[in-house]
């Protein structure tokens, strides 16, 4: 079991700054990729940035360039750096950990934080 916290999010103008965290416990060992994933009123979850144990990334299109993921292993917490956030990023902002457990690919969750750009 890992259990996932997200801290960080909040109110942030367009243009500005903000760096959402999670903090992972548990069967830590087990984690293989971190990622954030977002939902807005009435839309889709969506990925927004995946980093696996060995630092590779992928972004979605619409955030590349602006958002940067990174993880500290020692400290076992996922780090999501939002810079010039623009109202269309306004959601709820997921931790995902996906874990390989004999085999099995599980994914845990957290329990979100809300993201508001807005002047």
């Known amino acids: 079991q890992v259990q996932l916290v997200e801290s960080g999010g909040g109110l942030v103008q367009p243009g500005g700054s903000l760096r959402l965290s999670c903090a992972a416990s548990g069967s830590v060992f087990s984690i293989n990729t971190m990622a954030w994933y977002r939902q807005a009123p009435g839309k889709q979850r969506e990925l927004v940035a995946q980093?696996?144990?060995?630092?590779?990334?992928i972004y979605a299109d619409s955030v590349k360039g602006r958002f940067t993921i990174s993880r500290d292993n020692g400290k076992n917490t996922g780090y999501l750096q939002m810079n010039s956030p623009k109202p269309e990023d306004t959601a709820v902002y997921y931790c995902n950990a996906g874990t390989i457990v004999s085999g099995l690919v599980i994914d845990y969750w957290g329990q979100g934080t809300q993201v508001t750009v807005s002047s």
């Open positions: 980093i696996t144990s060995g630092g590779a990334t």
